[in-house]
């Protein structure tokens, strides 16, 4: 059995596992704070939280991430774990959590770790890379991270993107929600539903943002030619895959789950990286603007730039996303999880 820890920030984690998850052939279990995804396909282990306020040594003077002395549902959740890893489970993915990979690998367990983009050459994401057995890089080897040394990337599969629109493989199909569609045929992408009429999908996520009411505002004063639709979570659009298509330029934070929706929809794109640790979504629309697969900005901008920035997204996006995804990222990782069972590893 595989068991697929969840990491609770944000969604953008549990929906890439459910992606995942659907296309194994094995049975999975999910670890996670957040609740059951609807189409999780197999157990899910709820575990209480870890947060404090006021931690006591979280980092253990810096060797971990989150650790902290004396808390008792950190102590309850890895004990959770530590007894499914002693009985049950043959392999432990974590996406993503430095901790819980190494519980698994003192255990003697096989660790695939989602890998993230930014900079992960600290100590505690050291000792995970090195220590597992398996990475899964969701982006492509032409757009990989330079600085990665050569033995993570010997043994990493680099599936492309994995979005929930996706078409899911025959094993997946059936199994998820009705609604989500193949990726766009057209080599265009996204483009207005209605013609002649320019408009800007905003998609805004969960995860922390440093964008305000105001900068948005400012932003749509300086474009006064478009028609600007903000979705985030408390605002979520009633049909995400059509606005997609139907927007003339898609404006989104640089997670990894967004960008990976923009890439199915071939969207023309700017994508503004907002703060993460390591510097993650910063890595990532770096990437893309190196690429030419979209524009990629590392802060919000000034409003008098938005004009010249539509303009250059309409240059972009189409075909060149496919330098991003190979349009079965999901299916990819899962035959590469089911490998490291086998105990085929990379």
């Not at 995804?37 to 306020?53: C, F, I, K, R, Y």
């Not at 890379?129 to 990989?144: C, F, G, H, Q, V």
């Not at 250059?312 to 590469?336: E, I, N, V």
Request: aromatic content about 6%.
């Amino acid at each position: 059995m595989i068991g697929y820890y969840v990491h609770h920030h944000g969604l953008g984690h549990r929906n890439r596992a459910t992606q995942i998850a659907r296309e194994l052939t094995v049975a999975v279990t999910g670890f996670s704070t957040l609740d059951r995804p609807a189409d999780w396909p197999g157990e899910w282990v709820q575990l209480p939280p870890d947060v404090t306020e006021h931690p006591s040594d979280p980092t253990a003077s810096g060797v971990l991430h989150w650790a902290p002395l004396g808390h008792p549902g950190h102590r309850e959740r890895m004990g959770i774990m530590a007894q499914w890893l002693c009985h049950d489970l043959d392999l432990m993915v974590t996406d993503t959590s430095a901790e819980v990979t190494l519980l698994a690998r003192l255990m003697g367990v096989p660790t695939v770790v989602m890998a993230m983009r930014g900079d992960r050459t600290d100590r505690t994401h050291r000792a995970a890379y090195d220590a597992a057995t398996a990475l899964i890089a969701p982006w492509s080897r032409e757009t990989a991270e330079t600085y990665w040394p050569e033995d993570w990337n010997r043994k990493t599969t680099f599936t492309g993107a994995i979005s929930r629109f996706d078409v899911p493989t025959a094993a997946a199909r059936g199994t998820g929600p009705a609604g989500v569609g193949p990726a766009v045929t057209s080599s265009e992408g996204a483009g207005s539903a209605v013609e002649g009429e320019n408009t800007v999908l905003v998609l805004w996520g969960r995860g922390g943002t440093a964008v305000g009411e105001d900068d948005l505002a400012a932003a749509r004063a300086a474009t006064p030619g478009w028609t600007w639709t903000v979705r985030t979570p408390d605002n979520p659009s009633p049909d995400l895959w059509r606005e997609l298509h139907e927007a003339t330029v898609v404006v989104s934070h640089g997670g990894n789950n967004a960008v990976a929706e923009l890439s199915a929809a071939r969207a023309h794109a700017v994508v503004v990286a907002q703060p993460r640790p390591h510097d993650e979504q910063t890595a990532t629309v770096a990437a893309l603007d190196r690429a030419g697969i979209c524009v990629g900005l590392p802060e919000w901008p000034a409003p008098e730039r938005w004009p010249g920035l539509l303009d250059r997204a309409l240059l972009l996006g189409g075909d060149r996303w496919r330098t991003w995804r190979h349009g079965d990222g999901a299916h990819r990782a899962a035959r590469a999880m089911e490998a490291v069972l086998r105990g085929d590893a990379p």
